[in-house]
């Protein structure tokens, strides 16, 4: 015996409501039924009229005989609404619709909107457009068995104020200052938005004696930074006090009125909601006081002193938040240049490696970059010279991540070796990584196919590798430099960002922006342990020295660490430039 349930069509939706978004558009929400009448909500059916029985517009000439319609119908797939979390919401902003030629609604009009749930259950729809056509026949009545949830009322529209941003973040600068960040308003309610209110306090309800909101900065012309889903203003608050914890909220303003404070972030899949934006200006501890350092031994003699113990008061002051840990640094006195090994070995013997490089080979990867096809047995030189062209991937134009390096060939009966010596006061450099994914070998390693190399060793070999130190007390210098390649003799515009390893990317920098400004970006980040320095030079070429332009920005970056082993490797993201 066989069951069936029965269905029915779904009952109205819920939570239906309508608010005027400006001089031609009214938003409607809705939620979904509380019954689906035993089948799955396919869509839902939006019908908006100047009549409150949705029935002013004239009818089509392509329909004989028809009933007037509404002045607006669509219908939503849920398939279009999969992902998104209820009230649903859907801008009305044409009367006409569907038609060739829609209107666009007029400031002052007066809107009744209805929305319904339909599933997969028949309804008679041709009973809304169609009257008897023979002499005689009643009239058939309106046979609509769809259930409407409808606003309950009428909505006019007018001019609004704007809506508030979608979101407001802050990033610490420095000490003194906090970086506002936030999108413009999704409507402007119809009127040019004229500027932003950007608030600020130490109360989170903006409430402390010291506010005074017709102080805040009234802002009309901000600085924009596109970014993947849009874009955001910026705006720099000054002047603030280190230490202390200021709550900022932004909203729009134009001639109609200001909108709702905008004043934190929607949770997203990696971060939770912020209800309200704060940001404690904070800098670097200035340094510890009372430094000493008392070595093991009193005696005088040939023995090596191999320990000490140091002691320190508190700095003056912690920059503004608690001292989280204390950074100790001690290096030799002697220069030590970095050493690193790539060995490759085949257990059938050296000449197994002997295939030219259309048919064996490997490639070496560093900080992200790699070099060509290198032929498994080259030369001392060739290998410098792969080495020495690794280009940046994050660069803009031509940046090449090794500068300068020497290296030796040796030979074994089973293979190569490349010892690699880093130039200059680099100290600890990061280290090479080898692709063996083209290595082959003459034999085939015994195996079935020129693939199969399990008897090929390929690596940097740690056991001849010589961590590199740079001589006493330097400081490790890093350059930014920012180019325009093109034939036209102009300096690159846009946006770009530092990326150290471990760290987010630093807030957006425009090229040609104060050294300052790129201090202050690479000292918000964690894994810049130690204070730096950067200084700016324009870059010109010969026919830029005689136009009088500037073909880009060279920043260098000198860092206090002393020891090296805290200076990060330092990249530009240069994808909006």
């Known amino acids: 015996m066989s069951t069936e349930v029965a269905r029915e069509v779904p009952q109205p939706p819920t939570m239906v409501s309508a608010s005027v978004l400006s001089d031609s558009e009214v938003l409607l929400a809705w939620a979904p039924p509380i019954e689906d009448g035993g089948a799955a909500v396919l869509r839902y059916r939006i019908e908006w009229d100047t009549s409150d029985d949705f029935r002013s517009l004239a009818v089509p000439s392509s329909i004989p005989a028809g009933k007037p319609m509404p002045a607006g119908v ?13 009230p649903y919401r859907y801008t009305i902003s044409q009367l006409n619709v569907p038609s060739p030629t829609p209107s666009a609604i007029q400031n002052g009009t007066r809107l009744f909107v209805r929305v319904c749930a339909e599933n997969d259950v028949p309804f008679d729809s041709n009973s809304q457009w169609l009257e008897p056509t023979y002499s005689g026949a009643p009239a058939l009545s ?13 909505v006019t529209t007018a001019f609004q104020p704007p809506s508030a941003p979608a979101f407001v973040r802050v990033t610490i600068l ?7 960040e936030f999108p413009g308003s999704a409507s402007s309610g119809g009127s040019t938005i004229t500027n932003y209110d950007i608030a600020f306090d130490t109360s989170s309800s903006f409430e402390s004696s010291e506010y005074d909101e017709s102080a805040s900065p009234t802002v009309a012309s901000l600085t924009t930074i596109p970014i993947p889903t849009g874009s955001v203003y910026v705006y720099n608050l000054t002047e ?17 009125g200001a909108s709702v404070w905008a004043t934190g972030e929607a949770a997203t899949s990696s971060s939770p909601a912020v209800s309200v934006s704060v940001g404690v200006p ?13 070595t093991h031994t009193t005696e005088v003699g040939s023995r090596p002193v191999d320990a000490a113990t140091l002691r320190w008061n508190d700095p003056i002051s912690n920059g503004g938040i608690a001292i989280s ?40 990867r560093y900080l992200g970059g790699s070099t060509a096809a290198i032929p498994q047995h080259a030369t001392a030189a060739d290998m410098r010279s792969f080495l020495m062209r690794i280009e940046d991937p994050f660069a803009t134009g031509p940046s090449y991540l090794i500068q300068h390096v ?15 010596t880093f130039i200059g006061d680099q100290g600890d450099v990061p280290k090479l990584v080898v692709d063996r994914t083209e290595v082959r070998s003459l034999s085939n390693c015994g195996m079935s196919g020129a693939n199969q190399t399990e008897c090929i060793t390929l690596a940097v070999d740690p056991r001849h590798n010589v961590n590199g130190q740079r001589r006493a007390g330097s400081s490790a210098i890093q350059t930014i430099e920012l180019t325009d390649n093109s034939p036209s003799d102009s300096s690159p515009t846009g946006f770009f960002r530092l990326r150290v390893d471990g760290s987010l990317p630093s807030v957006y920098l425009k090229p040609g922006c104060s050294p300052l400004e790129v201090q202050k970006a690479l000292a ?17 070429t010969d026919s830029a020295v005689e136009s009088g332009l500037t073909d880009g920005y060279r920043y260098t970056v000198t860092y206090s660490s002393l020891s090296g082993r805290f200076v990060p490797n330092l990249r530009v993201d240069g994808n909006l430039l």
């Open 240 to 256: 603030l006090s280190t230490g202390t914890a200021y709550y900022v909220r932004v909203r729009a303003r134009s001639s109609v």
């Open 282 to 294: 904070h800098t670097f501890p200035s340094a510890p006081m009372n430094v000493q350092v008392f």
């Open 325 to 364: 840990s204390y950074l100790v640094e001690w290096w030799s006195a002697a220069q030590q240049p970095e050493v690193q090994r790539i060995a490759i070995e085949s257990e059938q013997g050296r000449a197994d490696l002997l295939m030219s490089v259309t048919e064996a080979a490997f490639k070496v």
């Open 142 to 154: 309106w046979q609509d068995n769809r259930n409407w949830g409808s606003i309950g009322h009428s």
């Open 74 to 86: 669509v219908v939503i797939e849920m398939t279009s609404l999969a992902g998104q979390a209820p």
């Open 174 to 180: 420095s000490g003194t200052e906090l970086l506002v």
């Open 524 to 540: 918000r980040m964690p894994t810049v342990r130690a204070p730096v320095h950067v200084s700016l030079e324009s870059i010109f």
């Open 406 to 420: 020497e290296v030796t060939r040796g030979v074994t009966p089973t293979g190569y070796f490349w010892d690699i």
